[in-house]
């Protein structure tokens, strides 16, 4: 067990402190080898040495020679010692019997004392420096002049002696005490750690965005595959319903076929019965010996017509080579159908933002704040706008894909498509889609039964579909030279695509009466 008396014996008498690396003289004093071998470079310039214990003088450099038994017994101390402070703290070096923790430690009796010595210590040395309980306390003493450490040196930036301020080579420098040197520090750490925090309170914040923007991210693209997934279901299934019909016509069309020819088979059968029967018959008469039977026959006309055709029944058009072509021909624009739907939702990733044009508007639309309503109304003209219900964005499309959609609220008759900007602002020709300046889709509820169109260059197309929605979306592909027409069911449905070459910028426009059109799509 670690005693006050053993620790004495292992200090060195030059640094105070407990040795390191010990090294024994020829006159048997122990030192540290690094303080021994600095007293030598002190007395190096005067070609004498001595031992600083005893002063035996040595008339060469001692040669340090380590003392391997002093090296053991300070490792095996300081292993107890450390051993001893890791169950009990700090321990009393008084106390030799049993370890009792330290209050005090004495910075110039380089000791840690109990509540009981510590009484004896304050009554004995009064003027002794006392600071918590510490293991070491050689880096509170100055590595110089031994003394403790007291002032702090402005200048070096160093905790220092008095002998170091009055002789020393901070001689004159500017120092404070050390709590007021302290304090100081405190103050600008204090300063430096409000800084760091408001940086940590904006890292967090900013940690906790980027979790957003990652979560609305993860978030978008689940429901993207979710929509990937939604949309390869229904091309399976629009698929296998296709090959269904398909196998299902081409059964139907083999019996069809196969009946038909079964019938022209079984008539043929007959006939071929009938013309064997007569072979026999004339046979027969060519046989016989008898002039008089032959000569009584009937006409041998009436047994075969020789103006009759051999092949009287029709059995062509059965081979299925027209109806084959229509089949591939339908299952391409099936196909194609499908391809459109993929192209729509992955080709073109964010709506274009529309914005209408209120200059271009017709007097008889009122454009919404937003700019992305118009709704039919009735008010004075003016020259230079539309002279019919319609209005066109302000932004033009020169290149590009782009998407926007359309919703149609309570219109009797609406367009919607795109146009060139130099189309006709007057006169009939300045309809959508009645000029080579526009293509447009409408739907009129009064008379077609909710039909769809597509109109360009006066040209009217019906489209087969009825109207089950009351939003469209556009498409454009303006390199390509597309121009499609979806309608926003579930599944989308795709209505038609025009083919031009585009040459013009274009602008979105579109056409009200009654009711109103609200572009959706825009960001």
Same mark, same amino acid.
């Given at each position: 067990?670690?005693?006050?008396?053993?620790?004495?014996?292992?200090?060195?008498?030059?640094?105070?402190?407990?040795?390191?690396?010990?090294?024994?003289?020829?006159?048997?004093?122990?030192?540290?080898?690094?303080?021994?071998?600095?007293?030598?470079?002190?007395?190096?310039?005067?070609?004498?040495?001595?031992?600083?214990?005893?002063?035996?003088?040595?008339?060469? %450099?001692?040669? =340090? *020679? /380590?003392? !391997? $038994?002093?090296?053991?017994?300070?490792?095996?101390?300081?292993?107890?010692?450390?051993? #001893?402070?890791?169950?009990?703290?700090?321990?009393?070096?008084?106390?030799?019997?049993?370890?009792?923790?330290?209050?005090?430690?004495?910075?110039?009796?380089?000791?840690?004392?109990?509540?009981?010595?510590?009484?004896?210590?304050?009554?004995?040395?009064?003027?002794?420096?006392?600071?918590?309980?510490?293991?070491?306390?050689?880096?509170?003493?100055?590595?110089?002049?031994?003394?403790?450490?007291?002032?702090?040196?402005?200048?070096?930036?160093?905790?220092?002696?008095?002998?170091?301020?009055?002789?020393?080579?901070?001689?004159?420098?500017?120092?404070?005490?050390?709590?007021?040197?302290?304090?100081?520090?405190?103050?600008?750490? %204090?300063?430096? =750690? *409000? /800084?760091? !925090? $408001?940086?940590?309170?904006?890292?967090?914040?900013?940690?906790?965005?980027?979790?957003? #923007?990652?979560?609305?991210?993860?978030?978008?693209?689940?429901?993207?595959?979710?929509?990937?997934?939604?949309?390869?279901?229904?091309?399976?299934?629009?698929?296998?319903?296709?090959?269904?019909?398909?196998?299902?016509?081409?059964?139907?069309?083999?019996?069809?076929?196969?009946?038909?020819?079964?019938?022209?088979?079984?008539?043929?059968?007959?006939?071929?019965?009938?013309?064997?029967?007569?072979?026999?018959?004339?046979?027969?008469?060519?046989?016989?010996?008898?002039?008089?039977?032959?000569?009584?026959?009937?006409?041998?006309?009436?047994?075969?017509?020789?103006?009759?055709?051999?092949?009287?029944?029709?059995?062509?058009?059965?081979?299925?080579?027209? *109806?084959?072509?229509?089949?591939?021909?339908?299952?391409?624009?099936?196909?194609?159908?499908?391809?459109?739907?993929?192209?729509?939702?992955?080709?073109?990733?964010?709506?274009?933002?529309?914005?209408?044009?209120?200059?271009?508007?017709?007097?008889?639309?009122?454009?919404?704040?937003?700019?992305?309503?118009?709704?039919?109304?009735?008010?004075?003209?003016?020259?230079?706008?539309?002279?019919?219900?319609?209005?066109?964005?302000?932004?033009?499309?020169?290149?590009?894909?782009?998407?926007?959609?359309?919703?149609?609220?309570?219109?009797?008759?609406?367009?919607?498509?795109?146009?060139?900007?130099?189309?006709?602002?007057?006169?009939?020709?300045?309809?959508?889609?009645?000029?080579?300046?526009?293509?447009?889709?409408?739907?009129?509820?009064?008379?077609?039964?909710?039909?769809?169109?597509?109109?360009?260059?006066?040209?009217?197309?019906?489209?087969?579909?009825?109207?089950?929605?009351?939003?469209?979306?556009?498409?454009?592909?303006?390199?390509?030279?597309?121009?499609?027409?979806?309608?926003?069911?579930?599944?989308?449905?795709?209505?038609?695509?025009?083919?031009?070459?585009?040459?013009?910028?274009?602008?979105?426009?579109?056409?009200?009466?009654?009711?109103?059109?609200?572009?959706?799509?825009?960001?």
């Amino acid at each position: 067990m670690a005693s006050a008396g053993l620790r004495k014996e292992l200090n060195c008498s030059i640094c105070m402190d407990i040795y390191t690396d010990p090294v024994t003289l020829r006159c048997g004093h122990n030192f540290c080898r690094v303080c021994f071998e600095d007293v030598l470079d002190t007395e190096g310039g005067y070609g004498d040495y001595s031992c600083p214990e005893c002063r035996v003088r040595f008339h060469k %450099r001692p040669r =340090l *020679q /380590k003392n !391997i $038994t002093l090296c053991n017994v300070v490792k095996n101390f300081l292993s107890l010692q450390t051993h #001893q402070e890791e169950i009990t703290g700090i321990c009393c070096t008084y106390c030799v019997d049993s370890p009792v923790p330290a209050v005090r430690s004495c910075l110039l009796c380089e000791a840690s004392l109990c509540d009981k010595h510590l009484r004896v210590h304050i009554e004995t040395a009064t003027d002794h420096v006392l600071t918590e309980p510490s293991i070491s306390m050689k880096n509170r003493k100055c590595s110089i002049h031994r003394k403790i450490l007291e002032y702090y040196c402005t200048e070096d930036a160093a905790c220092i002696c008095v002998s170091c301020s009055l002789a020393g080579e901070h001689r004159g420098h500017r120092v404070e005490m050390l709590d007021e040197a302290s304090e100081k520090k405190k103050k600008k750490l %204090r300063n430096v =750690l *409000q /800084k760091l !925090i $408001t940086k940590r309170r904006k890292t967090e914040e900013r940690v906790r965005s980027l979790e957003e #923007q990652r979560r609305k991210a993860q978030e978008k693209t689940s429901g993207k595959a979710e929509r990937v997934t939604a949309l390869f279901i229904d091309i399976r299934r629009r698929v296998d319903d296709l090959e269904k019909k398909l196998l299902s016509d081409i059964k139907r069309q083999e019996e069809k076929v196969s009946l038909s020819l079964y019938d022209v088979i079984q008539k043929l059968e007959i006939k071929k019965d009938e013309l064997s029967r007569k072979m026999r018959h004339i046979e027969e008469l060519c046989n016989m010996t008898d002039p008089l039977t032959v000569l009584q026959e009937p006409d041998t006309g009436d047994l075969c017509d020789p103006e009759e055709e051999e092949d009287d029944e029709d059995t062509g058009g059965h081979d299925g080579g027209d *109806q084959g072509a229509e089949l591939i021909s339908h299952i391409s624009h099936t196909l194609s159908d499908i391809i459109r739907d993929i192209n729509v939702t992955f080709h073109v990733q964010d709506p274009a933002d529309i914005l209408l044009d209120v200059n271009m508007a017709s007097n008889n639309l009122l454009i919404s704040d937003d700019m992305k309503t118009a709704t039919w109304t009735l008010i004075t003209e003016t020259a230079e706008r539309f002279q019919y219900y319609q209005v066109m964005s302000g932004r033009r499309f020169t290149s590009g894909r782009h998407y926007w959609d359309v919703e149609i609220s309570r219109s009797v008759l609406w367009m919607v498509g795109m146009c060139y900007s130099s189309i006709d602002r007057r006169g009939r020709h300045s309809h959508i889609g009645d000029n080579n300046k526009s293509w447009g889709l409408y739907g009129e509820l009064w008379y077609n039964n909710n039909q769809y169109s597509v109109i360009h260059d006066s040209k009217v197309i019906p489209l087969p579909h009825q109207i089950s929605s009351d939003r469209v979306r556009i498409c454009l592909d303006y390199e390509a030279g597309l121009l499609s027409f979806y309608e926003l069911c579930d599944p989308i449905r795709h209505l038609h695509t025009f083919t031009a070459t585009f040459s013009e910028p274009l602008h979105a426009v579109l056409y009200v009466c009654k009711g109103s059109v609200k572009i959706s799509g825009g960001a």
